[in-house]
């Protein structure tokens, strides 16, 4: 149980695109899911917070149109990096947790590898 | 004072010795704590979490909490290659978010 997929698991793209990475809890109801970053060697870096139905939570420094993340339903959350650039380059990590739980595990999905040329 | 703090590493033990990871944390009120595993270049995974005093034992995995002092550890016995890893602490201090430390990278000598 608690299986998160991440698609797709690496895109490169030119500088000035946008990318959709889709975050899915396959086996249990997700009310909040997690974007994070992590750049190489570096620890993970929270993004934002999305709670399905409402709009996201971003943490101080992440930029809300930059990054657009969507929560439409109680298994999918989306993160567009609009316009992406070089330094936008690094590994991108969901995570969810689950409706009702108690303690407030997450479970990570496998990451997407962000490669702006 | 960062919210979570690990041991700084990286860790190398024998195979079959014990590894021991350290993570202190700042705020009081913190429920529930848990360590991630997370290989090179894959994403973290969630291996043990604790939520009361004293030791849980998994396996060859032991966490161990103390609230009063503010510290989690986690022992790996017999360690193997396969452990050789980056361990993550991470704390829920408030709502849903976990707070992460920044890691200690172990490495299982054959």
């Known amino acids: 149980g608690a299986v998160v997929s991440q698609h797709p698991s690496r895109v490169i793209c030119k500088s000035g695109t946008s990318v959709k990475i889709e975050c899915r809890s396959l086996?249990?109801?997700?009310?909040?899911m997690f974007w994070y970053r992590q750049f190489p060697k570096q620890s993970l870096m929270l993004m934002a917070t999305?709670?399905?139905?409402?709009?996201?939570?971003?943490e101080q420094g992440v930029e809300k149109d930059k990054f657009l993340i969507n929560h439409a339903s109680l298994t999918l959350s989306t993160l567009t990096v609009t316009s992406a650039h070089p330094e936008d380059s690094s590994f991108y990590i969901c995570?969810?947790?689950?409706?009702?739980?108690?303690?407030?595990?997450?479970?990570f999905g496998p990451g997407t590898r962000l490669t702006v040329l | 004072q960062k919210e979570v703090e690990q041991n700084s590493g990286p860790l190398s033990v024998p195979e079959g010795a014990i590894a021991s990871l350290n993570c202190t944390y700042s705020d009081r009120v913190s429920q529930s704590f848990f360590w991630y595993r997370q290989y090179s270049g894959k994403s973290p995974e969630l291996i043990m979490s604790?939520?009361?005093?004293g030791d849980k034992e998994d396996g060859r995995f032991t966490a161990q909490l103390n609230k009063a002092s503010q510290y989690v550890s986690l022992l790996i016995r017999d360690s193997q290659p396969s452990d050789s890893a980056t361990y993550l602490c991470?704390?829920?201090?408030?709502?849903?978010?976990?707070?992460f430390g920044a890691g200690t990278t172990v490495t299982v000598r054959a």
């Open positions: 999305s709670n399905e139905g409402s709009k996201a939570t971003y």
């Open positions: 604790i939520y009361s005093n």
């Open positions: 991470a704390v829920n201090p408030n709502d849903y978010k976990l707070s």
């Open positions: 086996d249990f109801q997700a009310t909040t």
């Open positions: 995570s969810a947790r689950g409706a009702g739980a108690t303690y407030n595990e997450q479970f």
